[in-house]
């Protein structure tokens, strides 16, 4: 909405720009229920210029176009897993490294919409291969894809041979789609859970550590992690040998971490589309309450369609008193 500036315990903050404050989680986690905020809210998430319609866009069009057929995925062999690994490499490529390419090298967008203009980390003590554009790239491209193809070769390997239970569109369509529409909300309680689990003693300097020396972040961020928590961040698939499922939703389950972490870490609250002007089109790809936790890593574990971080006291809106608002908001750290 504007620049904001307020102390903080750490360091002096400045945000260049923020979403409008305080940030609210969604209303489908307050009682009483308000139907009409609801329906808006989940409206709005749906929308086509969002990352979950696109992700769900490229879910059906792997599956239409890229998917080895279950004949040859009956057995793991070299060749069906290559392509799988190739199609994903390509994927997170172009997503993140056209962000990238948008946002930090060409400058299309100027610092407008930016959260935080400070620049990436250049320590070569601190990052491998000498900065954090260098590492991150690393990151994204070497580990994150080949344990991604892993869990989805596991998956089309099950599927094919029958020992994940799976279904299809025309036998059961109520099924397919409300399993669809509960995906985004497990993929947020799923990381919720196993994030908040890696800011745990060992766990978080040993591993998840990595992924905060992003202390500012851009769009290869998101997948710069320790390979332990890659593995943590891609193995929500494996609850479809439990759960009866169509490999689309595989795809858009997958799609939330291969494609939504490059997504949610631009540092950027949307990436503006065609002409300037006061109606000019958004993209909406930013999360600044994630931005908040690279910032203050003890709050906002989750995300604002996650109840934990309210009920576990965690939760920061934004403002720089914190609890800024009365509703569930407990923390009172200050940005
Ligand atoms: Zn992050
Ligand atoms: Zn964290």
């Known amino acids: 909405m504007s620049a904001s500036s307020a ?9 260049n720009y923020t979403p409008e404050l305080p940030l609210r989680s969604a209303p489908f986690l307050h009682w009483p229920p308000r139907p ?10 749906w929308l086509p210029l969002r990352p979950r319609f696109l992700m769900l866009a490229v879910s059906f069009g792997i599956w239409a176009w890229f998917m080895p057929s279950p ?10 897993m290559f392509e799988v690994w190739l199609r994903n490499l390509v994927l997170v490529a172009l997503v993140a490294g056209g962000l990238h390419v948008w946002y930090y090298t060409l400058r299309r ?4 919409l930016r959260y935080d203009t400070r620049p990436f980390g250049q320590s070569k003590r601190v990052f491998l291969l000498g900065n954090q554009v260098r590492e991150n790239t690393f990151l994204t491209l070497v580990p994150a894809p ?15 041979n029958g ?7 025309s036998d059961n369509p109520v099924w397919f789609a409300v399993f669809l529409a509960i995906i985004p909300w497990w993929s947020i309680l799923y990381f919720s859970v196993h ?3 890696l800011h745990l003693g060992p766990a978080y300097r040993r591993i998840h550590s990595w992924h905060h020396r992003n202390v500012n972040v851009g769009p290869w961020s998101g997948l710069s992690m320790h390979p332990i928590e890659h593995i943590a961040l891609f193995s929500d698939v494996l609850l479809l040998f439990l759960v009866p499922s169509h490999p689309i939703h595989m795809y858009f389950m997958s799609m939330h971490h291969g494609l939504g972490a490059p997504l949610s870490h631009t540092g950027y609250d ?9 109606r000019q089109a958004r993209f909406e790809l930013g999360d600044f309450h994630h931005q908040i936790h690279h910032k203050l890593f003890k709050y906002n574990m989750g995300g604002l369609e996650s109840p934990l971080d309210e009920l576990l006291g965690t939760f920061h809106d934004g403002t720089p008193q914190g609890a800024g608002q009365p509703h569930r908001s407990h923390t009172s750290a200050k940005l």
């Open 163 to 169: 020992h994940a239970p799976s279904i299809s569109f």
């Open 146 to 160: 080949l344990i991604w193809t892993g869990f989805e070769s596991l998956l089309l390997w099950a599927y094919a």
């Open 36 to 45: 009409g905020a609801i329906a808006k809210h989940l409206a709005r998430t």
């Open 270 to 278: 949307a990436l503006l589309l065609g002409p300037s002007s006061r």
């Open 7 to 15: 102390p903080t315990g750490r360091s002096a903050v400045r945000w």
């Open 71 to 80: 004949e040859r995925a009956k057995s793991f062999q070299l060749g069906w």
């Open 109 to 112: 967008q100027g610092d407008s």
């Open 195 to 197: 994030h908040r689990l």
